[in-house]
């Protein structure tokens, strides 16, 4: 059965090896992800003066993850830099226009293994002091947007996603994320 959601459209990916290095190659994203190849994603953090991170909760007809919290993010394609990809996602998933230099590097291609996914992942923040009615959630993709505490953002990743419902995982991304976010606190 093929989905029409638009997350699951069939596109090109880079494949690296597991240091990090770009192979050459291309591949589908369906076989990336059947194969387990390692990629390049992208996420973008929308923060607030209140210490608060911007979440995502994943639509209920996403395969994976479904009505999981989440970061803004999404893959990076072929032919695609980092910051084209974040200010795309950005732009799709949370209706904002932001030229490429709004976004403030966080951190840059850490290893990112899940269950069903092997990435390394560039994250880029910019801070918000914006209400939620403030963005236009891709109803396809997202269900609900919502301010988290950062502390409480944290204790998400540590306590792992079946706990929480979230995509979080105890993982390198994500242990480097809560360092950079603690000096941003």
Known sequence: MKSNNV?????????????????????P?????????????????????????????????????????????GHVVENQTTLEAV???ANEE????LKQEDFLLLIDKVKNIREDNNAFTTCYYKIINEPLSFFKKQDEEVEELKWFDIL??????????????????????????????????
């Open 29 to 73: 994203r369906s076989v990336v992800h059947k194969q387990g190849l390692f990629h390049q994603e992208v996420a973008f953090i929308p923060l607030n003066n209140k210490k608060q991170i911007l979440l995502q909760r994943r639509s209920k007809n996403k395969k994976s993850y479904p009505n999981c919290w989440a970061l803004c993010a």
């Open 94 to 97: 949370l209706g904002l226009d």
């Open 152 to 185: 409480d953002f944290e204790k998400m990743i540590k306590n792992g996603w079946r706990k929480n419902n979230c995509i979080f995982k105890d993982n390198e991304f994500y242990n480097e994320l809560i360092t950079k976010l603690k000096i941003l606190r």
């Open 7 to 27: 997350a699951d459209k069939e596109e090109n990916l880079k494949v690296f090896d597991a240091q990090g290095e770009y192979t050459g190659r291309y591949a």
């Open 87 to 89: 200010q795309m996602e």
